[in-house]
């Protein structure tokens, strides 16, 4: 079945350090790809998206490219701040030929902590 | 415009009893899908309602159910509650079936002792 596999957390860095977060994924058509993010006691916010292969999602500084030859969706920022701290989730939505659905597949969550 | 709204957002509850949580989605939104969310198993999906219809769900025992009234408000229900149902349960909403753009709650905390 459709499945996503993330990097495992935690993962610290000081400010200003460049992050990735690696997520691939393994499900059949063209599954469309999130990253979605939760700080501590919140639900979670959508932080990007991208539907299609070669799209690039961005969203406050975060970056992904939904590459469908290596079936990976890796988070990047170029430069963190301590308010990046919280747990980031890659997750998939599959492509059900017709079928109509909002269910997501979700990784197991990357807590990120940026350090001053 | 008022988010997701999710209620009690905190509960506690004994082995066996049964629970009810309750969720209305943005105005406007006809679609509502709930998660579990576990230190040990993650997000996972439990159902998904849209006009008042079941149209998917997760897998997980039939103590597990739910339904959407018309108003799309949406409710989930567990009965004879186990230890293993305490996680946080979380209920996204969304304008239709296929939306890009899903709109988390808060959670419910269900606690069970």
């Known amino acids: 079945g459709d499945s996503v596999t993330q990097m495992e957390g935690p993962v610290t860095l000081s400010e200003e350090a460049f992050l990735t977060i690696n997520c691939t994924y393994t499900?059949?058509?063209?599954?469309?790809l999130f990253w979605y993010v939760q700080y501590p006691g919140e639900g979670l916010q959508l932080l990007l998206k991208a539907t299609k292969a070669d799209d690039k999602g961005s969203n406050k500084g975060f970056e992904a490219t939904y590459r469908k030859e290596t079936t990976s969706f890796h988070l990047e920022k170029g430069s963190v701040q301590v308010s990046d701290s919280a747990v980031y989730f890659c997750a998939l939505r599959a492509d059900n030929y017709g079928g109509a659905t909002n269910k997501l597949i979700f990784g197991t969550g990357t807590l990120l902590a940026v350090q001053p | 415009k008022a988010g997701v709204t999710q209620t009690p957002r905190y509960l506690i509850k004994t082995r066996g009893q049964q629970v009810t949580l309750s969720c209305s989605p943005i105005?406007?939104?006809?679609?509502v899908s709930w998660y579990q969310q576990t230190p040990g198993q993650g997000l996972q999906f439990l159902f998904e309602?849209?006009?008042?219809?079941?149209?998917n769900k997760g897998n997980f025992p039939g103590r597990f159910s739910g339904r959407q009234f018309s108003n799309s408000r949406s409710e989930m229900n567990v009965s004879t509650l186990e230890l293993g149902d305490s996680a946080l349960y979380l209920c996204a909403s969304s304008l239709t079936t296929v939306s890009y753009e899903q709109y988390f709650g808060p959670g419910t905390r269900l606690t069970v002792t």
């Open positions: 105005s406007g939104h006809r679609s």
């Open positions: 309602y849209f006009s008042e219809t079941q149209r």
């Open positions: 499900a059949t058509g063209y599954p469309s």
